[in-house]
């Protein structure tokens, strides 16, 4: 017998209190009333297969410190919409001003860091890998390295794997293609890697951004594109000001075209499309 709206389940305003209270705490992100429905698709099969249909049960157990059930629920809630390259004029930033600076004053230490904040499945850091790999030429005699992170520990796998669909790298040219990726054959056919050159300049880690970060830094470039959209803007400020700290003096920082500073932080200096130099305190 189907519930309320025709939901399978029973699941009450109570129920998505409950869970948005928990969402919200342990990762900064905020349900909307717009949501709830979003939020009953994405949990309806575990209830169905783990907790005979009670949203009761499921709750009691999130509540109750279930590791498993929290990790699920935070994994099920998070959003993961990403492509290679996608924002393409962050890339083309990088490319054109951003990698000639960067070489020019870091010849003696030649050390680069670039922090993929909310990596997804690892597009993002991928696409800054071929940019990094295409645009410094003898880039392993240098210490250049991506830190990639992301909240939702499945898709910081599915990065770590370097596996996709062959579809997910129809956006790039040709030369792109052979490159940067290994195709696969027999029972892999359809699918691409990405090759060990890529994957050598990454680390992928999972990291709550709202809990204590365990690397030091500096920076000198990170990516935290359509991350914050989810966050409210007490939680923003406090993000940005954290990542101005980390970043090198004068270091860059990279949004979402949706998203902005403005009256969130006075720590960077907008230089257009969404790309943010770091200002003294």
């Not at 590791?67 to 990088?94: C, D, G, M, P, S």
């Not at 359509?226 to 970043?247: G, M, P």
Request: aromatic residues 12%; positive net charge.
């Amino acid at each position: 017998m189907t519930g309320r709206l025709g939901r399978e389940f029973s699941f009450t305003d109570k129920h998505f209190s409950r869970i948005r209270k928990f969402v919200t705490a342990h990762t900064g992100i905020v349900l909307t009333d717009a949501k709830k429905d979003m939020v009953y698709g994405r949990l309806s099969k575990r209830i169905r297969n783990q907790f005979d249909g009670s949203f009761d049960a499921f709750c009691n157990a999130v509540d109750e410190g279930d590791k498993a059930e929290q990790e699920y629920l935070v994994n099920a809630i998070t959003t993961n919409l990403t492509a290679f390259f996608r924002e393409n004029h962050h890339f083309e930033y990088l490319r054109d001003k951003l990698i000639p600076e960067l070489l020019r004053q870091k010849q003696q230490s030649r050390k680069i860091r670039i922090w993929s904040a909310g990596c997804s499945t690892g597009e993002e850091p991928y696409s800054l890998a071929m940019t990094l790999r295409e645009a410094i030429p003898g880039i392993d005699n240098w210490d250049v390295k991506i830190l990639a992170t992301d909240l939702d520990a499945n898709v910081v796998q599915h990065g770590q794997d370097g596996v996709y669909t062959r579809e997910r790298i129809s956006g790039l040219d040709e030369s792109r293609q052979r490159r940067w990726f290994q195709l696969g054959k027999g029972e892999n056919e359809g699918l691409v890697k990405v090759k060990p050159e890529l994957q050598q300049l990454i680390h992928f880690k999972r990291l709550n951004l709202l809990h204590d970060w365990p690397m030091k830094g500096p920076f000198d470039v990170i990516f935290c594109r359509n991350v914050v959209i989810y966050f409210d803007k007490q939680t923003q400020s406090e993000l940005f000001e954290r990542y101005a700290n980390i970043l090198t003096p004068g270091g860059h920082l990279f949004i979402g075209h949706s998203e902005s500073l403005y009256k969130v932080s006075e720590r960077f200096a907008a230089l257009g499309h969404t790309v943010y130099r770091q200002l003294p305190k």
